[in-house]
Structures are given as C-alpha cells and as structure tokens.
C-alpha cells in the first residue's frame, strides 16, 4: 500500500495548483524573478521539491533552471534570514510546516486492518477516498513552499539576499552548508527568542503610539486566530468523517441491492438503487465541501497565525533592539560617571539608536503592508469559501431533485 | 407514515359499493385504489385530494392514513367531514400540550402535498402490478375499506423515583364499525404494548402471521427518565419511544389479521388495562422465556427440514443475508448521526471562536465580515443538527425497525420448521403405532388390540392435524411474506422521499445562508 501511493504523486500536480492560489495574493508578478515549484517527488518520508526559476536579473548565472530542494533546506534559508542583523526590521515570511502525511497514513493503515470486515466495493472508494486526501496534504505542502519562496522573491530587500540566491541556484546538496549553518545560529536563535519574549511581555508601555498600538492588536489577534485555528481544524476533520460515513452507507446500499437483486419484485427496488446513486453523489460532495473548507479557511487561518507570529517576532526584534538601546544609554551614563570609555559608549548609544530607528521605519511599513495583506487575502478566501459552499449545496440540491424526479417517474 | 392498506369489510355493505371490485377480485394488488385508476372509474379520481384534509390533521401527531377507496358517496363525504370537526378539536387540545409538534410535523407527519404524489405513486406503481403474473398471491380485495388512524402521544411521567412510569396517550379516529365510538384515547404505559404483542404472539404465531415487534426496553434509557433528569438525552429517549410506539402500533394495524383481533381492539379501546407483569424483564415469565428462547436455538441447529419447497428454503436465506445488511447499514448511519452532531458542536464552538476574532479585528469591514461569518456558521450549526434529527428519525429508525421485523420474519420460518418437526413426531408415533398393533395383532391378544386401534385412530387424526396445520401455516407464511416485501418496499420508499424533501429543505436554506454572506465578504476592503 505504502508503494502505491509514491507512483501517485509523482505525475506532474502543476495543473492542480492553479486551482489552488489560496492563500498567496498575487505574488510572482515581477518578471525579473519567476519562482515556481512545478514538481514534487514523495519518497517515504521525504518530499522532494523541484524549485523552478526564471529570471531576467543579472546576479544569475542562468535565465532559467531548476534545483531539487528538501523541506530542511528551506528551513535553513528561513533560519538564515532570521539570523541576518539587517532584516531584523522586516517581517520574515513564515518558514513552511514540515510535510505531515501522518493523518492519511494512518487512516490508510487502519483501513488496511479493516478489510476484511468491508465488500470490495467499500473497500476500494475508502481507499480513493484516502489517495485522494494523500493528495490533497500533499498539494497543500508544495504549496506552502512555493508561497515561501515567492513571499521573498517579491520583496525588494529579501529577493536580493545572498542565501536566497545560493538556495535557487546551487546546484548540488545544500546539507552541507546546512549543517554549518545550523549549529552556528541554533542556540543563539533560541535565546533571542525567549528574552525578547519577556521583554514583549512586561508590559513596557511603548513611547510609539503606533507600535503600541501593533503590539496590543497583534498579542490580542494571535491568541484569537490561534484558537480559531485550532477549531477549525476540528471542524474540518469531523466534516471529513460524515463524508467517510457517507461511503460505507453508500456502498452497503449498493450491496444491499446486488443482494436484492433476486426478488421477483425488480420494478419497486428501482427507487433503492436510484437513492444509491444520490448516496454515491453526495458523499463526493460531502468530500469535496470538507476539502474546501480545509482549503480556503483552515488553510487561510493557519497561514495567517503564522504570518502574525513572524509580525509578532518583529516586534519583538524591535524591543530587543530597544532594551539594547536603554543598556547603552545606562552603559554611557556609567561611563560617563566613571569618566572611562566614553566615546566607545557614545559610539555604542549610537549605533543602538540608529540601529532602533532603521528598525521601527521598516518596522512600521512593514506593519502597514502587512495589514493590506492580510485584509486582502481574507476576503479573497472568503469570497471563495462562500462561492463554492454555494455550488456544493447547489449540486446536493441537483442530485436530490433528480433522484426525486426519477422516484417518481421510474415508478 | 402513509401507506395504503385495506380492509376486509363487514358483510352489511351496500351492494353496490362492491359491484366495481368483483371484476378485479382476482388481480393482486392490496391497494384498492389502483383498480379502480386501471379501470379509469371516474367516481374514484377524486380519492386522492380527499385524502388530503384528513391527513393534513393527522400531521401534527403523525399517523397514517389509510386511502379510502370507497367512492365519495355524499354520504361518505359528510362523513368525513364529520370526524374532520370531531378530531379537529381534538388536534387543538394536542397542539397545546405539546411543544414539540411543530417540529415534530417536519419530522415525521407526512404533509399534505407529500401523501398525496404518494397516493398517486401508489396508483402508478400498483398499475405496473396489474400487468404481474398471477401465480403472485392474491389477497382478498374489499369493497370498502375504512379508515383507522392512530397517533401516539402526550408522554407523561407518572410516579415518582423508581417507581416512576411514562404513560403515552393512544388516539384512535376510526370508521370501522367493529368499534363503538369514532373517536376515542387512552393511556397506555410501555408494558402495555409489550403485553398486546405477547398476546399476539401467542395467538397468531402458529398460524404464520407476521407480528411486528415493539420497541425494545431500554434499562438505562428508563432509568434515567425516572431519576427525573431534565436533560436533553432523556427528552429524546421519551421521544424516541413515542416515534416507536406509534409506529409499532401502526403497523400492528395495518396487518390484516390483526386489526380484527379481540386484544388490539381491547387495548385501543378499553379504559384500563390490567398490567402486564409477566413483560417485565425479571419476572419468572421472563427467565421462562430466556429458557425457551435457547433450547429453542439448540433445535434450529439439530432440525433438518426436508424441504418440499424450495421457495421456503431461499426466502429464509434472502431473510437473514437482508437482516445482516441492514444491520450493517444501520450501524453506518449511526456513526453518520453521530459524526453529524459532533460535527454540529465542533461548528458551533468554531462559530463563537471567529466571533471573537472578528471582534479584535482593527479593519471594520473586515471585522464585520468576520462576526457575519460567525453567525453563518451558527445558522449551518443549526441546519447540521437538524439534518442530523432527520437522519436519525427517517433512516436509523427505520432500519432498526426492519432489523427487528425481519427478525420476527425468520421467527416464523422457525415456527413453520416447528411445525414440520410436530408432524414428523406425530408420524413416527402413529409409526410406533402401527407397529405396536401389529405386533398385538401376532400375538392375538384381542383386549389390547382394541386399546391399540383406538389409539391408532387417535394417532392418524393428530398426524392429519398436523399435516394441515404445517400446510396451513405454509401458505399463510407465504401470503405474509409478501404482503411484508410490498409493505417494506413502500415504507422504505416513502421513507426515502421524506430525506429527499428534508434534504433540499436543508439544503436551499444553506444556499441562502451563503448567499446573504457573499456580499460581505465581497464589501470587504
């Protein structure tokens, strides 16, 4: 069963993604740096990424080419961003989550133990129905690369950095200056992260109303759209046992009238298999609905707390920067007091404000565009969730009226 | 529930109401109505919207109606009108007393437009069985049919603690003459019920007929309900109990036989019933009949029929092999039901999360957007849970139902076979006999010889009982099974149509639900 499933997703999924520009708004529209993932091997647990680049901008060596990327590498890029002292002003797109085929496996494991207790008929839609989720997790997690790597092409300061570059055009396996890389920021990555954090959190009132401001409305948000996350995930994964359901009634129908089939009264069992037929229909739908809400509002939740987390460590890059501030000044009073060291301390202030003010300048566009984003990107996943509720409830009203239709004309 | 069934009038019927039935007495068919739309009788088209008041009345309490397939006389129709006024009253004092019944109407009542493409369905679909061969039973056709309707109602607890009972009021609107008054109610406990169908077991069970089966006790689901807890669960216990009632009595009804049975009339009409007590699961009665019940298996596996007929032997099997995939369909709805109402609390704990993210929202668009979608979720909440209500009530209940009929269906094979298994004894010992007779004959013992003839005599007469009583049950098993298949048939589709409107009711309201949301999402800037 395992093998199956990577003979699968190997085929080519560009054509599935045009349906699936969810949550991404409009990146890739700069045509000196076209990036894209057009292909995407799964090997056990390992998903290989085909990261695809057309550009018209010198500092490449090549106007076109492609590279095989693991999920570790673009974790290393996103790492290396953080690390970079003159990006600390920017919001950091989200590194992508870790390809997680887990839910599937499982199900098509359980599914495996279950076989014997189900027809072969059953047995066969679950296992579609399982493929066709395998699938759908993932499209999802090339997707989330792909909107990666566009976030930063897009950028003006991102599309130009030097990693960035080395992750699209190198070549060879990048594991090795991975692995350097790794054990160099790891630990430095994780203090930074935990003082800031207590920083953020004591509650300094910020001199800058407009940053004062972020910081209460992006703490409040990214506590609520968490918790909304999390719900909808629930939501969705129940969504997705009725439409199981769906198919085991559905196929224990149509076996019921296979069993049928001998009574001499053929005519008035015409209606049972007619009401198969809608069952068979409806669980697609049931299918279809509960990817879509996936899709376009889970989906859409997730990103954006992810989003608001790398906001959120902006901020905290900010408070950091400007604790740093205050130690210097406080350096410099001491110095001043000792009368030793001055200028070094003077030199030290200095470059901690122009440090703090380049940071809250880019800090604030960075905010500003962000918010236009995010506005944006929920009303286009809203509009789209709303539309294709519609045409899913649609359909469900199609296929009973037309099973009604044939109930009473059959008859 | 609407379905047709008719009854066997009594003999002092006008004669020419029964003139347009001799011609077609010998076509099978149970429904009446479909005759007389064969043989394009003008007088009947109007059966179908007389229907339609009656029904509309019944909706409220869900009972069925049978058609009525005597012509629309002017005196039938004053008549009707008559128990129209009289039930009418009858109807309000219900709607009163419980709040339930609107929801209820949705729910099980079938509506009026909805009995009535039944009734026409019928007519269709009983045409398509005039064209049948006749080797297909016959069933006696009637002249007149009359009408009984029954609804279950008003559940209230009586008692207190542990001794507490609910009792269900049993209303019965009637035309048949075998009952004194049109209109009557009593109350009946759960016992009772179980008591009528003992009775009817041990009457009729021999002959062959087909008795539905009562709801199942439920220790737990009682026990609760006697605590006194006023919680949603009991609540729907209660009324999963009444729904099962009203059905069962329905069909008990419906059958033939049955209807003309001294204990259903009795247990329709009479005041008070003196309890049941040898239902009650701890009783001596009740280890009695565990007893039976299991020597009862060993027989089945140690009976070897010699089957005469093989109509007999595959019809047993379709049985079980049709109880066995109901009994898995049935599961799997159940799990659906449940999956939808997790689904249902999962909605509604969703909606309230993206409320409040709407409420810290900074952009206001974007943040009404939010809460609107917050409402919308509510609003599929609401029509999920309904779903869920209606799944349950038309699906699972109709098939724990089946499971249960089916089950009583393979318990009269099981008597047949008991049957046979008498017989066979009868004649082994009317064997023994012969031989014991023939052996005194040898032996010239003449004042024994006349012992043994007249038991000889004895003897053949039991075998000949028994022969005609297994002939008898036979055929009469054969007539019940298929007047079981077209009643399952029509239940099921009826059933059928009833989640096809409430899933298109559901449906078109959650298209609306969307709709009214896209303008907001769209207004978003």
């Not at chain 1, 009203?397 to 037309?402: F, L, M, Y």
Request: glycine residues 4%.
């Amino acid at each position: 069963m395992q093998n199956s499933l990577p003979e699968l997703v190997k085929c080519d999924v560009f054509s599935l993604f045009n349906q699936m520009r969810s949550v991404s708004v409009d990146l890739n529209n700069d045509s000196s740096l076209l990036i894209d993932i057009p292909d995407a091997l799964c090997e056990r647990d390992k998903v290989k990424f085909t990261v695809h680049t057309k550009t018209t901008l010198n500092s490449f060596q090549k106007p076109e080419f492609s590279v095989p990327r693991q999920h570790e590498d673009f974790i290393w890029l996103h790492d290396t961003l953080v690390e970079t002292e003159e990006y600390a002003g920017l919001i950091i797109p989200p590194a992508p989550p870790k390809p997680d085929f887990e839910g599937p496996r499982e199900k098509m494991h359980k599914l495996g133990e279950g076989e014997s207790t189900m027809t072969k008929e059953e047995y066969a839609k679950m296992k579609q129905e399982l493929e066709a989720e395998y699938l759908a997790v993932f499209k999802k997690t090339v997707q989330v690369h792909e909107i990666f790597l566009q976030r930063l092409s897009s950028h003006p300061v991102f599309s130009k950095d030097r990693n960035f570059q080395i992750f699209l055009e190198y070549d060879q396996d990048l594991s090795v200056r991975r692995k350097n890389a790794k054990e160099f920021f790891g630990g430095f990555f994780k203090n930074m992260v935990k003082s800031a954090d207590e920083v953020l959190i004591s509650g300094i009132k910020d001199v800058d109303e407009f940053f004062e401001q972020e910081k209460t409305f992006l703490l409040d948000y990214f506590s609520k759209i968490k918790d909304a996350t999390a719900k909808a995930e629930k939501m969705t994964r129940s969504h997705k046992n009725v439409a199981d359901d769906y198919i085991h009634i559905s196929a224990t129908y149509s076996y019921l009238l296979i069993c049928l089939h001998s009574l001499c009264v053929i005519n008035a069992y015409r209606h049972l298999e007619k009401f198969s037929e809608l069952l068979e229909k409806l669980r697609k739908v049931e299918g279809r609905v509960a990817s879509d809400q996936e899709l376009k509002l889970t989906e859409l939740l997730r990103y954006y707390m992810r989003d608001i987390q790398a906001a959120k460590d902006l901020l905290y890059r900010r408070a950091r920067a400007l604790a740093d501030y205050e130690n210097s000044n406080k350096a410099l009073d001491k110095a001043r007091l000792k009368s030793k060291d001055i200028p070094q301390a003077e030199e030290n202030q200095r470059q901690c404000l122009q440090k703090f003010d380049k940071l809250s300048e880019s800090g604030k566009q960075e905010l500003t565009s962000f918010k236009g984003r995010r506005v944006v990107a929920f009303r286009k996943n809203l509009i789209e969730m709303a539309e294709l509720e519609i045409k899913h409830a649609k359909v469900r009203i199609k296929s009973a009226v037309c099973s009604e239709h044939n109930l009473f004309t059959h008859n | 529930m609407s379905f047709s069934s008719v009854r066997n009038p009594p003999p002092f019927l006008d004669s020419e109401d029964q003139e347009p039935e001799y011609d077609t007495r010998e076509l099978d068919s149970d429904d009446g109505e479909d005759i007389f739309t064969g043989s394009g009788n003008k007088l009947f088209a109007a059966t179908p919207p007389e229907t339609d008041p009656t029904t509309d009345i019944f909706s409220e309490e869900g009972s069925f109606t049978v058609e009525k397939n005597h012509p629309p006389a002017k005196t039938n129709g004053v008549q009707s009108d008559e128990e129209l006024d009289l039930f009418a009253e009858a109807t309000v004092e219900l709607t009163l007393t419980t709040p339930n019944s609107r929801g209820r109407k949705e729910i099980i009542g079938p509506t009026g437009p909805l009995s009535t493409t039944m009734s026409t369905q019928n007519s269709l679909h009983m045409h398509n069985s005039l064209n049948k061969p006749l080797e297909e039973l016959e069933e006696e056709e009637s002249g007149d049919t009359f009408e009984l309707n029954i609804a279950v109602t008003n559940p209230e607890k009586m008692g207190d603690g542990m001794n507490a009972y609910m009792t269900y009021k049993v209303s019965t609107q009637t035309t048949l003459p075998a009952f004194h008054i049109k209109t009557f109610s009593v109350r009946r406990r759960f016992s009772d019920f179980l008591g009528l169908y003992e009775k009817l077991s041990v009457k009729h069970h021999l002959m062959g007929c087909i008795i539905p089966p009562p709801p199942q006790k439920s220790v737990v689901g009682m026990t609760k309900v006697k605590v006194g807890k006023e919680d949603p669960s009991s609540a729907e216990f209660v009324e999963k109990r009444r729904a099962a009632l009203e059905r069962y009595l329905q069909r008990v009804v419906a059958h033939p036989a049955l209807l003309q049975d001294s204990d259903v009339q009795e247990f329709l009409e009479r005041e008070e019933l003196p309890r049941a007590v040898n239902t009650q699961a701890l009783s001596g009665s009740g280890f009695l009949k565990m007893i039976n019940k299991a020597s009862d298996a060993v027989n089945k596996m140690t009976i070897k029929m010699n089957e005469s007929d093989n109509w007999f032997e595959s019809k047993l099997q379709e049985v079980e092999n049709e109880e066995q995939l109901l009994r898995r369909l049935h599961a799997s709805v159940d799990s659906l039901v449940n999956h939808r109402k997790e689904m249902c609390i999962n909605t509604a704990m969703f909606a309230k999360s993206v409320a409040m993210l709407g409420s810290s929202e900074e952009n206001s668009a974007l943040s009404r957007a939010l809460s609107q979608l917050a409402e919308v979720e509510d609003k599929l909440e609401q029509l999920h849970q309904e779903q869920a209500f209606s799944d349950f009530f038309i699906l699972t209940e109709l098939l724990a139902d089946y499971v249960r009929l089916l089950g009583a269906v393979r318990g009269c094979f099981e008597q047949r076979m008991k049957a046979w298994q008498r017989w066979q004894e009868a004649q082994a010992t009317l064997q023994k006999k012969r031989e014991a007779e023939a052996k005194l004959l040898w032996a010239n013992k003449p004042d024994k010889l006349q012992q043994a003839k007249e038991d000889l005599t004895e003897w053949e007469a039991k075998v000949g009982q028994c022969e005609r009583d297994f002939e008898r049950i036979s055929s009469t098993l054969r007539k019940e099974v298929h007047r079981f298949e077209k009643e399952k048939c029509r239940d099921f589709k009826h059933h059928i149509v009833k989640y096809l409107e409430s899933l298109l009711r559901s449906q078109h309201r959650v298209v609306k639900c969307w709709e009214a949301f896209l303008p907001e999402a769209k207004a978003i800037v």
